[in-house]
Every structure is written in C-alpha cells, then in structure tokens.
C-alpha cells in the first residue's frame, strides 16, 4: 500500500522562494514540508542581482548579514557602446549586490531544519478530498501527502499552478546566456555593474560578486540553433555572436565556470495576466515565478519571489498563530484562506507595478517599430517617472 502522510503546509520546490517561505514560517515556529524534485538540495546555475528591497526580505529572514559576506556592494551602473567612445554612468542610491545562486539557495536551506525538506519527491499529480479538506499530491515514487495547505513555488512549468488554472507563460524573443567565471589573481572591474552594447545586435552585462569572481549575461535577438542545454554548445554559440567584441568580453565566456553557462528565452506572465488572475483555490496558491515569472530587464524575479516569502509568511503566521475562539478545522481553514486572499490583495499590486516596468522594458528592447517604442517610452516616462530603479525602494515589511 502506498505510504499516506498528513501536513498542514506542504511547499512544492525547493528553489529560492521555497526555501525563504520555508524558513520564513520556521522563523515564526511553524512547520512546513518542502518537497523538491532534485534528489540534492538544488543550488546550481549562476547568480541574480539583488536590489534593497530584495537586501530587505533577507534581513527579516535573518540571512542578510551572512550573505553580505559573500559580495561586495555595488555602486553604480555604466553603460557603453562598442562602436561608440561614449559612456553613461548611474550612480545606485541604495543597496545592489550580485549573489551566487549556489551561496543564496545554500545559506536558506542551511537554517531550515533538514526534516522539512525532502530531496528527489516529484509531484505527478495533484487532487482534493472535500470531506477531509485535504490537498492530495501523489509522487513519482507513489508516495501520497496530504496538506491543509499548499503553495506552489515550483516555477514555470508549476504543477500547482496548473491546478489554478494559471495562464501558461509568454516569452520575449530574446535570449539570454549567463555564466560565472573566476579570476585567480583578481579581476580589475572593480565594484561597477557594466552593460556593453556589442556588436551584432547583442548586450553584454558583467556584474562582480566578490574581488575574484564575475557573473555575466548576454542577450540576443536571433533563435539560437542547436541544442542548447549543452553547455559547449552554449559556449560556442555565445562566443560566436560576440565576436568583435573587447578581449575582456571574450575571455570572460571563454574561460568561464562550465557548471553554471546557461541560455534560456525570457519568459513572463503579462501585467493582464497578473491583474486577472485568480490566484487562489481553497488553501492552495503560488509565490515566485509560479505566480509572476518575468523578463529580465529589471533583474526583479528573485527578489520579488522573496517578498512573496515574508508576506505570504506574515499573512500565515497572524492567522495561524492567532488565538482561536474555537477549535474548529473549518475556522482553521477559514483563517487560512482569508490570510491567502490578504496575501494576493497585497501583492497584487506590487507584482502588477513590475510586469508592467519589466514589459515595456522588454518591448522597447525587442521591437523594431519605432512607433511601438515611442509608446513604450512614453508609458515609462508616465508611470515611472523616467527612473527604472525606483522598483529597488519597494518595502515588503516585516514577518
């Protein structure tokens, strides 16, 4: 027979906002089970970006201080043009660092407690016992847990959203190649974010993350062809549309960390999307990309799946944890979808202010039209005032 387990709040992934969420509600003594489908704790890939706000989410997590002594502090941005001798420099008023995604995921897993994670459980399927009011999700291995309540931070291709309903993602035609390299000696960028306008209609971004170590993207406009799961093949590629591109641009591919080059399109669920989105059922929802996958213009995602972490933890936890005049399952349960819809109500919003920025920035990257990216800049102009990091100012509040 297969093996039957009962939780009150089962989280499905085990990537960056599975794990915060987690630790979140650990933090405010409440047990969660996350199950993640890798059979290691998954911490591969390159690195993202984090904005104050992100920087904010981390604090209340109490991970602040420890990841803070794995970057240094980045000041400014410039931006420059192969073909130009021209510069542009943005000098940062408020906190932006470049983490390693392996040093992220690693130090979140590190303080939740090992038996609220579990390693290599893929959810297959997913039902609901109305007499129990019970989320069932059955494993690859034939496993079944119930949950009282369920999130899914499963991302993309998320099995919980699908259960919502959610509408399936939308990709820009761009392409983006990340990957991390290490310079033994040091390298001499300093603590400045570079975004170089190449040859042959691509952008090159280097971000340092400590003084020996670089995260770099690029981002192309032309379908890849090949099989790009293949890291060589990535390589090549990348190295092919840089070519005429400064030394340093080319060695930092050439000579980069093979174990975290990657190319993927950028994907987004639209600001209608998120505006119109039911986004619960019963005491299911989502956080992170599973709710709000958006491009990388921004550099928003991983930070705004944090917030979704301390606010959806808040919500919880004053519901959870409050005193109850009865006993009752059904008012438990009662508290616990009024707490999710308080959630969604106040993430709403929020969410709805990045897929906007994030679409028009996409939009003014990709088209060709000039009417098209006159509007687009006009609307920036109209709902951001011109500035594209007031997105860093957001404050999630406490847990």
Same mark, same amino acid.
């Given at each position: 027979?297969?093996?039957?387990?009962?939780?009150?709040?089962?989280?499905?992934?085990?990537?960056?906002?599975? &794990?915060?969420?987690?630790? /979140? #509600?650990?933090?405010?003594?409440? *047990?969660? +089970?996350? $199950?993640?489908?890798? @059979?290691?704790?998954?911490?591969?890939?390159?690195?993202?970006?984090?904005?104050?706000?992100?920087?904010?989410?981390?604090?209340?997590?109490?991970?602040?201080?420890?990841?803070?002594?794995?970057?240094?502090?980045?000041t400014g941005m410039h931006y420059?043009?192969?073909?130009?001798?021209?510069?542009?420099?943005?000098?940062?008023?408020?906190?932006?660092?470049?983490?390693?995604?392996?040093?992220?995921?690693?130090?979140?897993?590190?303080?939740?407690?090992?038996?609220?994670m579990r390693f290599g459980c893929?959810?297959?399927?997913?039902?609901?016992?109305?007499?129990?009011?019970?989320?069932?999700?059955?494993?690859?291995?034939?496993?079944?847990?119930?949950?009282?309540? &369920?999130?899914?931070?499963? /991302? #993309?291709?998320?099995?919980?959203? *699908?259960? +919502?309903? $959610?509408?399936?993602? @939308?990709?820009?035609?761009?392409?983006?190649?990340?990957?991390?390299?290490?310079?033994?000696?040091?390298?001499?960028?300093?603590?400045?974010?570079?975004?170089?306008?190449?040859?042959?209609?691509?952008?090159?971004?280097?971000?340092?993350?400590?003084?020996?170590?670089?995260?770099?993207?690029?981002?192309?406009?032309?379908?890849?062809?090949?099989?790009?799961?293949?890291?060589?093949?990535?390589?090549?590629?990348?190295?092919?549309?840089?070519?005429?591109?400064?030394?340093?641009?080319?060695?930092?591919?050439?000579?980069?960390?093979?174990?975290?080059?990657?190319?993927?399109?950028?994907?987004?669920?639209?600001?209608?999307?998120?505006?119109?989105?039911?986004?619960?059922?019963?005491?299911?929802?989502?956080?992170?990309?599973?709710?709000?996958?958006?491009?990388?213009?921004?550099?928003?995602?991983?930070?705004?799946?944090?917030?979704?972490?301390?606010?959806?933890?808040?919500?919880?936890?004053?519901?959870?944890?409050?005193?109850?005049?009865?006993?009752?399952?059904?008012?438990?349960?009662?508290?616990?979808?009024?707490?999710?819809?308080?959630?969604?109500?106040?993430?709403?919003?929020?969410?709805?202010r990045l897929a906007i920025q994030?679409?028009?920035?996409?939009?003014?990257?990709?088209?060709?039209?000039?009417?098209?990216?006159?509007?687009?800049?006009?609307?920036?102009?109209?709902?951001?005032?011109?500035?594209?990091?007031?997105?860093?100012?957001?404050?999630?509040?406490?847990?």
């Amino acid at each position: 027979m297969a093996k039957v387990e009962v939780h009150d709040i089962v989280i499905v992934g085990g990537g960056i906002g599975g &794990l915060a969420l987690s630790l /979140g #509600l650990h933090r405010k003594g409440i *047990k969660s +089970l996350v $199950l993640e489908r890798s @059979k290691v704790l998954r911490s591969e890939g390159a690195a993202m970006g984090v904005h104050g706000n992100g920087w904010h989410a981390l604090d209340q997590l109490k991970v602040g201080t420890d990841l803070r002594n794995c970057s240094i502090a980045l000041t400014g941005m410039h931006y420059e043009y192969v073909s130009k001798d021209d510069k542009n420099v943005k000098t940062y008023r408020r906190e932006l660092r470049c983490l390693r995604r392996k040093d992220l995921i690693e130090t979140l897993a590190r303080y939740v407690p090992a038996e609220q994670m579990r390693f290599g459980c893929q959810v297959t399927s997913l039902d609901f016992d109305h007499r129990e009011n019970l989320h069932i999700l059955t494993t690859r291995d034939g496993s079944i847990i119930k949950a009282k309540v &369920l999130i899914g931070c499963d /991302g #993309l291709y998320s099995v919980v959203g *699908k259960a +919502l309903q $959610l509408a399936p993602p @939308k990709y820009f035609p761009i392409w983006l190649t990340r990957g991390l390299t290490t310079y033994p000696d040091g390298h001499p960028y300093g603590n400045h974010f570079l975004r170089l306008a190449t040859p042959n209609n691509t952008v090159f971004g280097r971000l340092p993350i400590d003084d020996k170590n670089i995260h770099f993207f690029v981002t192309n406009f032309d379908a890849p062809a090949g099989d790009m799961t293949d890291p060589e093949v990535v390589k090549e590629y990348t190295l092919k549309i840089l070519k005429g591109s400064p030394s340093e641009v080319m060695d930092a591919v050439t000579n980069c960390d093979m174990d975290t080059l990657s190319m993927r399109q950028a994907a987004y669920r639209s600001p209608w999307a998120i505006l119109n989105q039911n986004f619960r059922k019963g005491t299911m929802t989502v956080a992170g990309d599973a709710m709000h996958v958006m491009g990388p213009f921004i550099g928003q995602g991983g930070s705004a799946a944090l917030e979704d972490a301390i606010v959806l933890t808040r919500c919880l936890s004053n519901a959870i944890n409050a005193p109850a005049d009865a006993s009752s399952d059904k008012k438990w349960t009662e508290r616990v979808e009024d707490a999710i819809d308080l959630y969604i109500k106040e993430r709403r919003p929020r969410l709805m202010r990045l897929a906007i920025q994030s679409y028009l920035l996409g939009t003014l990257n990709c088209t060709k039209s000039w009417v098209v990216k006159l509007v687009a800049i006009f609307l920036l102009s109209v709902f951001f005032g011109g500035n594209n990091l007031n997105h860093a100012l957001f404050d999630c509040g406490t847990i």
